[in-house]
């Protein structure tokens, strides 16, 4: 079993819909998780973090559910712009980044 | 500022030859690591730095070697590159000594060997 699993997709979504995605992570100890965003031949850039109380930015919501070891990510009023791969990332042993290998989002006129 | 910066950004290896994927920061920052991404997966650590003089091995580490003599460079190199290590390599780095989350990554080296 993968460390970090996601749906890879594509998730295929109109301008101005709203795209959940989620990732469950094995590590129980886990402490620290993230979304990286990465365009297509580029490279990962932070997202935001996740925190146990959920949190906002923008469009964007990320929650996490400690007691079912799972991250998601709501994206609401989907930008053509935010065609992209996510990847959720959680702190694994010794702290180092256990990297998701993505959920791919294309959104369409 | 350039942030981390990569070189080359392309490579083709014939299986045997060696080569060093050079990493540089202007940050300042004390972790700096090297990424692999191959398709299906997620980046798997290859070796990493706390600081200058320090470094550890990844998830990933055989058939590689780091060094990190300053704080700026952190050089990856293939000693006798294999089929397996077609992938981009990703350079990152991260203020700090411990890994916080957020890292600078370059912008990747992709490497063929065939």
């Known amino acids: 079993r993968k460390e970090v699993e996601q749906d890879p997709g594509p998730f295929n979504v109109p301008e101005g819909a709203t795209v959940a995605f989620n990732c469950t992570y094995s590590?129980?100890?886990?402490?620290?998780f993230f979304w990286y965003r990465q365009d297509c031949r580029k490279e990962p850039k932070l997202l935001m973090s996740v925190y146990s109380s959920g949190n906002e930015d923008g469009r964007f919501t990320a929650q996490l559910n400690r007691a079912s070891q799972y991250i998601s990510l709501l994206i609401r009023d989907s930008k053509l712009s935010d065609s992209a791969t996510y990847l959720c990332v959680v702190t694994g042993s010794y702290n180092k980044l256990i990297f998701g290998a993505g959920t791919r989002l294309a959104v369409h006129p | 500022n350039a942030g981390v910066t990569q070189t080359p950004k392309f490579q083709v290896l014939k299986t045997g030859q060696s080569m060093t994927l050079q990493c540089a920061q202007d940050?300042?920052?004390?972790?700096m690591s090297w990424y692999r991404q191959d398709p299906g997966m997620g980046l798997r650590l290859i070796h990493y730095?706390?600081?200058?003089?320090?470094?550890d091995q990844g998830e990933v580490p055989n058939g590689y070697n780091v060094s990190r003599s300053t704080t700026e460079d952190f050089p990856l190199r293939l000693l006798s590159a294999a089929p397996s290590q077609t992938s981009v390599y990703f350079c990152a780095s991260s203020p700090g000594t411990m890994n916080t989350g957020e890292l600078f990554f370059g912008e990747g080296s992709r490497l063929t060997v065939l």
């Open positions: 940050m300042n920052h004390e972790y």
């Open positions: 730095s706390v600081g200058a003089g320090i470094t």
């Open positions: 590590n129980s100890a886990s402490q620290s």
